[in-house]
Every structure is written in structure tokens, then in C-alpha cells.
């Protein structure tokens, strides 16, 4: 994928912030940043959210990166901070939802998907009704340029069950594509 | 290829539209394209998706603006660094960050330096050969339990019961004389779901047992227990001396491992093992666990590992135990439990035990008979009945937990909402927590609702607005609607009984249990859960049962506090429990005081209050504060210091206690450094006369002039309520910092920020003086951060914190922080009597005597 490609760094760089090179975290934080943000922005569908919990994978990253091992997979490693944060974000929202205190947390709305494509950013609106887990499959494929294999390695699941996961949410993207246009015919 | 429209098609579509198919499978595809209009169509829409997504920007447009806020929040979150490197030289440049940042940066490093070092200060003894550990056990077993004592015990337990993870620290610090003790639990943690199901466990309490007595303070103000509660009390007369453990638990593998020092005293360590089976023998040990599913029924456990710490008085000093066990019902299930106790203080002569002070009221269920009968169904038609005051404002806290076994997975979780409303604007701080997350198990979120307009706080402590009032009503959010309902719900429960009377802050209220079983009437659940229409809890579940007790003001009968607790299933799926409790607690009825503003949009304190907080304190200080007759004050003092380059850090704790004759202190430094130039010491001051001794192994107690107590009058702890008057001293940059809980007492926070000001002269009295020439004398402060917490119920001082950064005025690279935290409690406490020791004895024989007997109206309320 275009994007992937885009975002690459040295080998020697994630060394150098592994052993605790301002400059090298700096370097991976610059790079990563857009991803990251792009990612969980889709992910969430809270520009809002998604900037704190952008804030916490390079926070957490920054912590954690000196314990990692020699040879890691950047990319993916910051992919699977981003997914676990996002993920249990979502859980605590809908532990929150118990009482919610106002509409800042968009609620969303499987049966009205088909009404919120009219362009891309509605496209991405719309995938926010899906569950985040097959959303994260999708993303981390089309967007992230992860293989299927990668993807499970991610998200700790086999890799037939992440491609399974990205199908369902394209296929949902589709339908709903097809109703929105159907319907306006 | 037939078309079917079948997901294996789809999927095929799928992959040939990705390009990720094989040439047979392209093959077939197209072929089957060629023949099947509807699947060109969906094809086309696919890789439209395909295209859509493709294009779509890195970053969504709607995020843009929200990019600059993140490298503000990273810069700034990573100015706490936990690492042993700053990051920060490039983008995040240290140029502004504080000294501080790198000293608190520092701490692993140092601890790394400093840990090796330790190690060899403290080596292990000569191997002794195994006859040498049977005659110390030998020594130890003749050694009955102390007579008087301080104890503390940390229980930590930890596991996965299902899907659902637990962590629990309990700690308990104790002291006893003879059979009575007085002690206080703090419950820190997710807790597990059998803790949640047997009602929540508060996470603070406090108990003094004496003649055969309990007595409890959950937060509430104290109150008679006859029943078995609190089981950590029962932690005390049950603490296992080493023939005890040699006796009953038979222990094997016994060995000497060597020696290291426990609250400064040097022991020597002895390591065993008990068998698995020696669980219920050490039900005493394990009152948590053994109540506990988990260890009492579903671990399988692997045995226990053991030391005990001895003195060379062979004194017990300390005990660990571990065990570890997997499910028996779960594969995946699996707990481990770790024990420790630590004896401090044996056969002091300062510990006396006394009933507590304040207002002691039966438990409802120990009054039952106790009280004087009440027609309790009359009771509760009058209240019904009774005008109540128009709610124009108030505060409340309502607090949810919920265990459920959804899905076949045990989850437990919890919400506490903090209100304050006024008219129709409400402002309220959430906190949720008990998620199955290990890193990230609670998290707090803080919203008003003011007008037509909500805001919230978001995790950069900025607030955005955003127009509505939401979903929720503020009656809701303030559980109002349980505050109204109650009364109608306590006439209808078939089963009600009166309990007495408690308080509640500071209110004295009438107790009344309740029961009702079978289907509870719509109307009833949406009081409970202070809904609507209890939609929100209990729309798709069955409730099978109710218990609770409500407190009722005896003034104006209005509703102070309700607890209960909700067993329900799930209709559709009744395997599936849901059990709640919920506790509501209102005071503050139409306080003028609430006043509910919007928040500041850039970022700055809850206003609570309107002025800067200078009018706060000077409103403070112009009321009337209560005579301060006895006090315990806990000071913890933290620098952190680069010497030459070298990071150290040195810690020291006071502790102290006084009435109005007598003082109790006791300094015990925290020093890695091999060279330690303190030596820990404790001072007695009754009347004129002074008893000091040395915190080290056979130090004995003397009489010696008050010149040898480092200069210090320890009675003038009394005086440490004057700090409020510092920061009008230093109130530069000082402002209203909101409302906080601390000991379960809200106070109001008031915190400042100043250039180069100390405030050392200020807070001139010993245990809470800042004042230290011999620190500071060549050192340049650069900066003060203070904030101190006020009792809002008395305007007592409770906390006070202060963190002073800067550099040696010769040598400006060798940089300091050092923080500095008081804590005051215990204000006017009648048990705070301390006794004189014996001089001359090497272990002070205990001679514990009440100075200060006080008078009937303060000793018995």
C-alpha cells in the first residue's frame, strides 16, 4: 500500500531510541504520528478521543521502548499499542454508558449506516457502527498495509479470523453503498 | 460458478477486487462475471469501497485541528518521565522544562545505581550450619506474642477468574495492647467479583476492638458493631508467633537464608515451606482469601512458601507467605496470594488503646433490639407524608457496582458519580473503574451541565462545550430520582425494620432495613437505579431480590443515604446474573454555597468558586476554627538530589502524635547512601520532661534535656494548623483547585505556585517545619508548588503538600527537588495518650498510662 510505504524507518533508528536516543523517538514520533492519529481517528470516530489516545500509544511507547528487543517491528508494535488502546477505550465507554452525561461520544447506529455515505468521511463514519474489532482488521489491511498473518499477530487472534473480520466490514461498507445509491434512484 | 451469492462468492469478489487471488481463482471469477450481472454490481461497489478508502487523507480533515493539542499532550505527559534517559533534546526541547523533570527522571536511575551497593552493605551472614536455625527457633519459640505492638500487614491477591482480573493490595497498619487493638484497612485495587457480590468493601475503614467491643468507622462517624465485622480486626489477637507456626503448621525445608535489616533492625532470616493443606489452618492468616471463592474452593494450590524474620532478641520481625494455585473450575483461572506482616514497636509503651471519640451509634442490625421500639411502619407513613424542603440545591454521590457473568464471562465493574446541582445546572465528576484492564483501570471524567450547553473535560484537562443538556437528566445524574422515590418504596417493602440511629455527614438519621423478593414492581427499579423508568439497568433483566437500608434525616425526613443491593438475571438468558448495588449519599440540602459556573475554556480549575481563592482563604481564616487538643501529623519527606553528577535519593518519615501534654515522635530516614550520617530516633515529651531513644537494636530509653531532641518542642505539633496562613504569604499565583476526599473528608484544595519564595519561617513547628538550614542553607530555590487541603466540615488543615525544586547555590548543576507531604488527622482524637517509658530498659516495658483521662462528655458521646 501507498501508505505503508510512506512510512518507514531505519532500522538503526528504533536501535538508537531503544537505547534511548531523544532524537531517534523524536524521528519515529514524527513519522508515526499522522498514521497513528489517522488510524484511531477511523477506528473511534472521534477526532476528539482519538488525539488522547494518540497521545497515550507515543506516551506508552516512549515508556515502553527501551524494554523492547533487538530487531523489533516498529510499525507493528505501535499498530498493537494503537488497537489494545482503542479497544479498551471503547470498553470503558460502554461501561460509561450507563449513565452518559451528554451527546460528545457519537452514538451510532447500524440500522442508519446506509444514510451516512454520501462521501468519504461519512464512508468512515459509517464503519464506526461496526464492532472495533473487525473494524481494527479492516483498517490495519486496507490502510495499514499489514498482511492477514500480521494482523493476527496484532490483534492476537489466528490470521483466518482477521481476514474473516476485514470481509465482513467490507462487505458491510459495500451494502451500504449499494443501499444509499438504490435509494436515491 | 454458480451464483448463490453465497459469502464464499463474496469473499472471492472480494479478493479478486484487492488483487489477491491466484490465476485459477481470477480465472473463475471472470468467468463467472462474464455470465452474472449481479455480481458485476457488487464488484463495482467494492471497488468503489476499495477507491473510497484508499483515497481517504492520512489524517481525516475533521482531525486536523486536534494535532497541535496532541504534541502538546505528549510533550507534556512525557515531562514525567519514567525512564533513565529524559527524552525531549529534539522536539519536546528540555530547554522548558524544570529541574524537576530531570531529577524525578533520575529516580530509576539512581535506584539502579544505588541497588547494588545496598546489596553489598547488607551481605549475608556466615552460613551457619543447621543445628545454629533450630536453636534460634528453639529461642523464638519460647518467646510468647507481645503484649503491645505495631503491626502492619499487606495482603496482596491477585488473579483471573474467568475473563475477569483481579488485583487487590489490602493494607493494615495496627496497633494493640493486650486484647485490644485499634487498626485501619485500605482497600487499593480492582477488586473480584465475590467482593462486589458480597456488597463492596469500603475502601477505608477503621476499627478499635476493646472490651470486647467493636467499633467501626467506614467514614460515616463511628459506630457500635456486635457482629463479626470488620474480619481485619480479628487479624490482631490471631497474629501467629513463631511457635505457633512451628506448632500448628508444621513447616519443612527450613533453613537460614541468610540476614537483612527490618524497620532497621537487623534479623536474621529463616525460609520454609508448609503444604498445600495447611489453608484452612491459616484461616486466621487469610481472612480475605479464605472468604474468597477463589482460594477457599477453586484454586488448586501448589503450597506455600515461607520466612520469618527474626531479631536478635529473637523477636518475630517478620513473615512472608506466598502461595500461588491454578482453577480447578477454569482452565485459564488462576490466583496468587502474598502475605506479609511486619511487627514494629513490640512491647511499646505508647500504645493505649480507648473507644473512640465522636458519635457512636448500634449497626442496624446490633440495635434491633437495643433501641427503643419504634412503629416503624408509622415512621414511614409520616415521613411519606412529612412536608419536605423544595431541593433547590445539593450534593450527592451515588455510587453502582455490577458483577456479572454475561457471555459466560465474570466482569465486575463500578461508577461513582460526585454531584453538585443547583436549579437546573448540574456539575458531576465520574469515575469508572473495576474493567478488566490492566492498564488502564479507571478513568474519570468531569461535565456540566449549565444552560443549554454541556461540557466535559477531556484527558488534557481541557474542557469542550457542546450544545444540549444530553441525554441524561440531572435529576438522574444526581440520583434525585432516588431521592424523591424512596420514601413511597419503604412503605411498599413487604419486609422493613428500624436499626437505630448514625450519621451521616454529620446528620443524625434513622436507619430502616428493607427486603423484597419476586417480581419488584417497575416503579420500585426505577428508584433504585434512580431512573426514569429503570430502563437503563434493568429493561431486559429480571430482578429477583432487593435488601437494603435507607437513612432518614430525623430533622426534616428527608433521604441522607440508601444502600442496595439488586440480584437480577438476564430474561432472555437467565444463566446470565447481574447483581448491583448501588448507595446513594445527599447532604449539603440547599446550601447556598452551590453554585454551579461554567468552566473555564482554557484549561483552568473547576471554579467551584469564583474568587482567585485568595477570598476562599481569608474566608477561611475569619471563621472560627476548633481548639486544637491532640493531633497526629505524618510528614514524608522525599529529595531527590544530583551530587557531582550522581543521582541520590533520600526519603525520611515522621510521625508524630501530641495532646495538650504530651508528644510522640518517632524520624526514621530512608538513606541509600552506605555512609548515612542520621540515626532513626524517636522522642517522648511528658510535661517537662524528655525520653529519647535511638530506633536500633537495643537502644534503651533516657531522660535528657530537650537540647538533645534536636532543638524540637514535640507538643508544638499542636501548632501545626497555621499553614493556611502561608499561602496568603505566598500568594503570588494562587487559585481555588476544587474539592477533594482525602481520609474520606472533602476538603477544599487550595494551591500555589511561586518564583523563588520559601516558605520555611512560616510553618515554623517541628513535625511540620519546612524549615531545614542545614538543607537549604546553600541552595538556590528556583521554584515552589504548593497546594494544601482544608476540611470543609471544620476548616481543619488535612494535607499539605510542597515541592521545591532548585540547585546548590555554588554549584548550579548539582540540582534538587524535594517534596515534602503532611498529613494531619486524627484532630481532637481522645486515644491520642501517650505513656512514659521505663529509662533504662533495653525493651521498654510497657507502662502505658492515660494522661489526660478524658471527661465524660468527650470520652463517651
Partial sequence: MANAAAFHIEPTVVELAQRGDADAFDAIYRQYRPLIAGYLCRLVGNPERAADLTQDVFVKAYQAIGRTQP???????LFTIATNRAITHHRHWRIRQWLPIGDAEPQFDVDAVETRCANREELSAAMAALPKEHVACFLLHARGGFSYEEIGSILGIPASTAK?????????????????????? | MKCDRSERIEELLQSYSLGEVSAEERRQVEDHLADCSRCRDRLFYLQRVNRIVAAWPTVPDSMLATLPSIDAGVRRRIREPRRSFPFG?????LAGTTAAALLVGLIVLALIVTLPRMQEATPAGPKPSPSSVQDLLAEARAKPRPTSGRAHFDITIKGQERASSFDILISIDTEWSGQSARSTQAIQGVPSADILLRGGVPERQEAISIDGKTYVNSGNGWRLSTSAEPSFIGLIPEMPTVAQLLDEFSPSNIKLAGNRRVQGVECDVISFTLDSDKLAGLTSLFQYASESPQFANSLVLSGFEGEIALDSDHNLRELVLKTQGQSADTPTGWGNLTYTLTVVDIDSPTIVIRTPHGAVTPTPTAAASSVPAVDTRAFVEQMREAPKPEIRSI???????LASSAGGQ?????????SELAGNDVRCVVETRGLASSDDPRSITEAIIKGDTTYQKNTLGQWTAVPGRGKSSVETLAGLNAFNGIPDLLVSAPT?????????KGVTCEVFGLAMEGPIPPDILATVGSDVDGRGYFTDKTVTSIAGEVAVAAHDKTIRQARFKVTSASTAHPEERFDYVFIYTFWDLNDPNIAIEAPDMDGGATPLATDDGRATLQALLDNPRPAITSLRVIREDTTIFTLGGQPTITSRTIEAEANAGQAHWKHVLHDPSPTRSSVDWEVIADGDTYYTRELRDGAQWQVSPQASTGGYDPRA???AASPIEVLLLLSSSIHYAGRRDYDGVTCDVIAFASGAVMPRDVLDVPASSLSDEEFFGDKTIERVDAEVAIAAVDLTLRRARFTITGHRTTNPSDCFERTIVFTFRDYNDPNII???????GGKPTPTPRPMNTPSAATATP
Fill in chain 2, 834 to 840: 501517650i505513656g512514659v517509658p521505663v529509662v533504662g
Fill in chain 2, 496 to 504: 422493613l425494620s428500624y436499626g437505630g440511629q448514625r450519621e451521616v
Fill in chain 1, 71 to 77: 530487531g523489533l517491528n516498529l510499525k507493528s508494535w
Fill in chain 2, 395 to 401: 450534593r450527592s454521590r451515588r455510587e453502582v457496582q
Fill in chain 1, 164 to 185: 474473516v473480520r476485514a470481509f465482513r466490514v467490507r462487505t458491510a461498507l459495500a451494502d451500504a453503498l449499494m443501499a444509499r445509491e438504490e435509494g436515491a434512484l
Fill in chain 2, 89 to 93: 533534546i529534539g522536539v519536546w526541547s
Fill in chain 2, 410 to 418: 465474570f466482569t465486575t465493574s463500578a461508577i461513582t458519580i460526585d
Fill in chain 2, 717 to 719: 505539633v499542636l501548632r
